[in-house]
């Protein structure tokens, strides 16, 4: 499978585009996690890579989002982001995931592209605005790569984003394949589409269309529609999880989760203080499904490594979850989570009612299934889980 993975990789991939990612994404991610482990052995955070929603506005409206898009738009600000990219430089963090709403709708994003040709940036997109235009200007820029979501074959997917979106999504691909640009998809897994997308044709299917990686990640019933008919049982997560690690030997894609470590035990990065989520008016929140914070990023006269230090409410959380669970406290205790929050005297930066929405969800199984591990049979995954973020288990 490596063999394959890396013939694709010098087929496909513009050489230009590979060097930069092997650069700026791989090499300085790994200095990024190395500068954060000696954060914490000295008790200090800051993550070594960071979520930044650029704004609340999107062109669909897909069941389940955590995003208002109806309300107020909102969007950050250049100097807010260009602030936030430098504090991280001081703290060798280097990378970052670009979300909104539609982060391709911030008018900003291809200056932040160029200012800061030091760094590597994912953007996880719906995939609709890959016009030609646009995908030239991907790959002229170098160094940004777009995780474009696709939950499944079209009628699951266009059932939670609508009508014509998978077919739009897979034109954007194209263009981008045929640029040599290196780009994944990201795959909420669901009960309506477990079985189609953790499966030998759906995997390379993507394959076929060019997608170098593919992110797996559980629903959530968040936001204001939450549908909990999406959701995933006891026994669908580990079906989910038993179908990935068996997936990893086949196909010469790299299947990512941010859910187990190498020996299959739950893990949650947030709690762990590996990327926190910065909203579109600066809140400094745990995650991208909660939308509370107590600071933002223009406290302390900007000075974000000092906000962040000095947090009581980021720096708690992982306290809070630990002895709770070693999965995700927003499945499984969302009312102990709702009063923890606000206990805090967090802000709800939703501009909904967020905080009822959390105290309104039903309790349910997250990927902390204790007795039910399954650790990674795969050699290459094992060593990339248990070195490239020391066994935190984020790939």
Known sequence: MLAKLAYRAATELSPRLAAKAA????????????????????????????????????????????????GEAFHLPPGDLDNIIRSGKRRSAHYYTLLGGEPFMHKGIWDIFKRHKDCYFQAITNG???????????????????????????????LRRGDGVHESALEGMARLKNRGVIFGTACTITRQNLNEVLCDSYLEDMIRRGCMYIWYYFYRPVGEEPHP?????????????????????????????????????????????????????????????????????????????????????????????????????????????????????????????????LNSIKPRHSQHLPGREIPESSWLYWFLKKNVFFGMGAL
């Open 229 to 357: 008919e999406y959701c995933l049982s006891q026994d669908d997560l580990v079906e989910a999880r038993r179908r990935m690690v068996a997936l990893r030997h086949k196909h010469p894609i790299i299947i990512i989760d941010t859910y187990w470590t190498a020996e299959g035990e739950a893990f949650c990065p947030a709690a762990m203080g590996m990327g926190f989520h910065i909203g579109p008016r600066g809140s400094i929140e745990i995650c991208p499904p909660l939308s509370f914070a107590t600071d933002t990023v223009r406290d302390n006269g900007g000075d974000l490594v000092k906000t962040i230090s000095g947090s009581r409410y980021l720096r708690e959380f992982k306290d809070f979850v630990s002895c709770r669970t070693k999965g995700c406290v927003i499945l499984e205790k969302p009312q102990e989570l709702h009063d923890w929050i606000k206990g805090h005297g967090a802000r709800d930066y939703s501009t909904r009612d967020a905080f009822g929405e």
């Open 23 to 70: 650069h700026l994404w791989v090499y300085k991610g790994m200095l990024a996690v190395r500068s954060y482990q000696a954060r914490l052995a000295r008790k200090e955070i800051y993550p070594p890579f960071m979520f930044v929603a650029l704004t609340n506005t999107c062109n669909l409206r897909c069941h389940g989002c955590w995003v208002e898009k109806e």
């Open 128 to 158: 609709m605005l890959f016009t030609e235009k646009n995908a030239d200007r991907v790959a002229e820029a170098g160094n940004v790569t777009p995780l474009i979501s696709i939950d499944g074959l079209q009628a699951n997917n266009d």
